[in-house]
């Protein structure tokens, strides 16, 4: 018998104990955001709630260009539509993805946020960007993903991977807001 567990307790009923403290938790934490809230993005995401809309492209040639500081409302293709170079590092099956353009005019961290749990790649005459870093959004807001990479001047293409809706919101800015 373990010390902590009285007489008549065994391990499977402290472990019974410890899952619903923890499922608890975790609906009391669903609790705090019965909604998302984007009033409290910081003042880098203004665009956030006002993006414009666009269709990704399935191929290079045809990628339409994004601007730093701009939302957009991104509709995605098919994964298996999507020309992607190089591929991105795991492609799943009935999702969704697209490539997109950004021109950068200075060297910096860029963060690429979006909406959803999207892979992106930021790719450069053939070669993916490493990500410097990568995190969520606010609580409560829909910003739920962001990846800083440090960019020189040039353009570049962002592809997007695994999407399980044919939507995502997607904003780069400059730095690390």
């Known amino acids: 018998m373990h010390p902590a567990l009285g007489k008549g307790e065994s391990h499977e009923s402290a472990l019974i104990a410890m899952a619903l403290l923890m499922a608890s938790s975790s609906v009391y934490a669903g609790e705090a955001c019965p909604q998302t809230d984007d009033s409290n993005l910081p003042s880098a995401f203004q665009s956030w709630t006002r993006p414009n809309t666009l269709t990704a492209a399935s191929s290079a040639p045809d990628q339409p260009q994004i601007q730093i500081g701009q939302s957009y409302i991104v509709q995605l293709k098919p994964v298996r539509e999507t ?17 997109l353009m950004l021109t950068v005019k200075a060297a910096g961290d860029y963060t690429v946020a979006l909406d959803s749990p999207v892979w992106v790649d930021v790719i450069r005459d053939g070669q993916a960007v490493e990500s410097i870093t990568h995190g969520h959004g606010p609580d409560c807001t829909s910003l739920r993903k962001k990846v800083v990479f ?17 939507t995502v919101k997607i904003e780069v800015e400059a730095g690390r807001p």
């Open 83 to 99: 020309a992607y170079d190089p591929a991105p590092k795991t492609v799943k099956p009935d999702t969704f993805g697209g490539l």
């Open 150 to 166: 440090l960019l020189t001047p040039g353009t570049f293409t962002v592809q997007l991977a695994n999407a399980r809706d044919a």
